[in-house]
């Protein structure tokens, strides 16, 4: 038994760093100069009420400390000298450096997103095994009608509705929250109960990929010259299934892994908002109402980075299943 190609794995991750660094670098001069160009004042954002009845000269004061005035490209490479040393910067919308505001929120996001995935690509697997079973009969029609139901459902929407059917109609689980109302100590149960629907329903809005990438890709190995030999040869159906079929077919399941964190992203902040989930969601509104640069270029990064890992791993996944491939991308 061979072990694993680290060599040639370690070489791939290393030219897709090289290739991550000018994505983020345009990624974050993007967001400067979007952030630059936006209708929003970032010192009334930062002076609040208190901007209404403070002079003039007081607001002049505060756009320099701020460095409101600065061209956006001085403010980008400022902030980014700062970054490349690990100094994010402070936040002006939550008047805590951004580093805090990540650090406070970044793990429940996680959190969330992780048992989200694994939900819906356990899930999803499943299902899509159990349609391609059985191409054309009840279950794969019923099942692939529904993905494609939920395929086209906003997740907010599909949040909406879990919260008045599951929290308001049959009072089975919280409506949102980390903890129940007047609780402050995070107990392992408190989060376990609070977190199910959220990633429940985040789950559910990214299962259909799932459900129908198996569904297509086990049904096409079924219908292999290989698979039908195996058939005749007497082979018992869950036998062909499992040893023969699924293999090939779940291959193009580890690509949609990576492809689907940005939708995943994005379903996270929908839902983190339906739910009041303490996670990056409110932080990443309050940075573009507020137009506050450093914590939107840190969130960017973040997410910038996320995808790109995400890739990463789909397709080392993708090596290690099929040989043929290799790690050559």
């Given amino acids: 038994m061979t072990g694993l190609p680290l060599a040639p794995m370690a070489r791939m991750a290393g030219r897709r760093l090289l290739y991550a660094v000018p994505v983020l ?22 002076a609040g009420t208190a901007g209404f009845s403070a002079s ?16 956006f490209v001085t ?8 970054a490349v040393t690990g100094d994010l910067g402070q936040s002006t919308s939550m008047r805590q450096p951004v580093s805090d505001v990540i650090g406070e929120r970044i793990g429940w996001t996680v959190l969330l997103c992780a048992v989200a995935f694994a939900v819906a690509v356990v899930g999803g697997t499943l299902l899509g095994v159990l349609a391609a079973r059985r191409r054309g009969g009840m279950l794969d029609r019923a099942v692939t009608s529904a993905a494609y139901a939920l395929e086209a459902a906003p997740p907010f929407w599909l949040g909406l509705l879990a919260v008045w059917l599951f929290a ?68 018992a159906g ?17 690509t949609l892994i990576g492809t689907r964190v ?34 939107l270029a840190a969130l960017t990064v973040l ?20 040989p043929r491939v290799g790690f050559d991308g």
């Fill in 25 to 46: 670098l345009a990624v974050t001069f993007g967001v400067f100069a979007i952030a630059a160009a936006s209708p929003f004042d970032p010192v009334k954002a930062y």
């Fill in 262 to 295: 940005p939708e995943l992203i994005t379903g996270a902040l929908l839902i983190e908002t339906v739910f009041s989930w303490p996670g990056i969601a409110a932080a990443t509104v309050e940075a573009a109402t507020s137009v506050d640069f450093p914590l």
């Fill in 75 to 82: 403010r980008w490479w400022d902030w980014l000298s700062a």
């Fill in 168 to 235: 308001l109609q049959l009072d089975a689980l919280p409506a949102g929250g980390l903890t129940d109302t007047g609780t402050d100590v995070v107990t392992f149960g408190q989060v376990a109960e609070h977190v199910a629907l959220p990633a429940a329903v985040l789950a559910v809005s990214q299962m259909p990929w799932f459900v129908l990438y198996v569904r297509q890709g086990v049904g096409d190995a079924l219908d292999e010259d290989p698979v039908r030999g195996a058939r005749a040869r007497g082979l």
């Fill in 303 to 322: 997410a910038t980075a996320a995808v790109l890992a995400g890739n990463l791993l789909s397709d080392l996944l993708y090596g290690l299943a099929d």
């Fill in 238 to 254: 869950r036998t062909v299934l499992l040893g023969h079929a699924l293999r090939s077919g779940l291959l193009p399941v580890l």
């Fill in 56 to 71: 003039q000269e007081a607001l002049d004061q505060l756009r320099d400390s701020l460095g409101a005035d600065d061209p």
